[in-house]
């Protein structure tokens, strides 16, 4: 019975070692067909034309390209920006983008690059009115400042774009007339060799906040060109001890965050803007697909 033992054992020695291959490519196919369906496209080749005859000035336009992909949020587009307008792209995959592109340096008013579309406004600051943007995204490239070499999670740090904010009017009085409450930032940064994003909140300290008045909260990491799921509502609630609580939450790449808003008391409004705004080095490319919106002001 020897023989036929060590035959048996040898069989199934050889179907475990095959098993393991098998499983290993399919493995290994899964990973290729993953880089394959994230390959990063020719930017150039990829875009529907705007029908936009000039690039370079300060406007309102709509979309001339056919079906806007992100009008849920708003069919007016606010590009203040040059080199790039807001395109349309398949971007390699079967479904298509917003794409919005900014270069450093290009802005066509003076203040930072932007190509963004702003949300309805909540103008009735009662608990339970809000609104909220979601949708899918990719980052390709987030403005990223030659030799930066301070933390990104410093608020002096120049690397980044944000992709979505939260705004909000308020009575206080401090800051710019239409101030950013909460914004969301990637930061490009490597682990092992690979390109990801960093994700933060930069929110205010206190009504009007900007620079030092603001600091940075981490979200999570996405890697370059991949998909994640972004939703977004800022808004009214009610504290346990009946005052009135202005909120900012997030749901990204799975990540909740609650953000209350300094001083509920002075806030006139809630808003939305997404897009691409704010490039001190490099590129950005931001892409978003699957735009809707939610929206109460009763």
Not at 11 to 37: G, H, I, P, R, W
Not at 61 to 78: H, L, P, W
Not at 238 to 266: E, M, W
């Amino acid at each position: 019975m020897k023989k036929p033992l060590n035959l048996m054992k040898t069989k199934m020695l050889v179907m475990l070692a095959l098993s393991v291959f098998v499983t290993s490519c399919s493995n290994d196919e899964q990973d290729m067909l993953e880089d394959d369906l994230n390959v990063t496209p020719d930017l150039n080749t990829t875009l529907e034309n705007s029908n936009l005859a000039s690039t370079c000035s300060t406007t309102m336009y709509t979309y001339g390209g056919g079906f806007d992909v992100n009008k849920n949020v708003n069919t007016i587009i606010d590009d203040r920006s040059c080199v790039y307008n807001y395109a349309q792209t398949t971007y390699g995959t079967p479904n298509t983008w917003g794409f919005y592109r900014l270069r450093a340096n290009t802005s066509s008013d003076g203040n930072q690059t932007r190509i963004e579309r702003a949300s309805k406004v909540v103008t009735k600051v009662k608990s339970g009115n809000y609104i909220e943007i979601s949708g899918t995204v990719r980052i390709a490239k987030a403005g990223e400042f030659p030799n930066e070499t301070r933390s990104l999670g410093s608020m002096s740090n120049r690397d980044g774009t944000y992709f979505i904010q939260a705004k909000g009017r308020d009575t206080s009085g401090n800051g710019s007339p239409d101030p950013a409450i909460a914004l969301f930032i990637a930061k490009a940064t490597k682990v092992n060799g690979q390109d990801y994003f960093n994700i933060y909140r930069e929110e205010i300290k206190k009504r009007g906040g900007s620079g030092n008045d603001r600091r940075l909260v981490y979200i999570t990491r996405v890697k370059k060109n991949r998909d994640f799921d972004v939703k977004v509502r800022t808004g009214f609630s009610t504290n346990s001890d009946g005052s009135l609580r202005h909120y900012v939450n997030s749901t990204i790449n799975g990540v909740f965050k609650s953000f209350p808003v300094p001083r509920a008391d002075q806030a006139l409004q809630a808003k939305l803007r997404m897009g691409a705004y704010r490039c001190k080095g490099g590129e950005a490319a931001i892409l978003w697909r699957n735009v809707n919106t939610k929206f109460r002001n009763n």
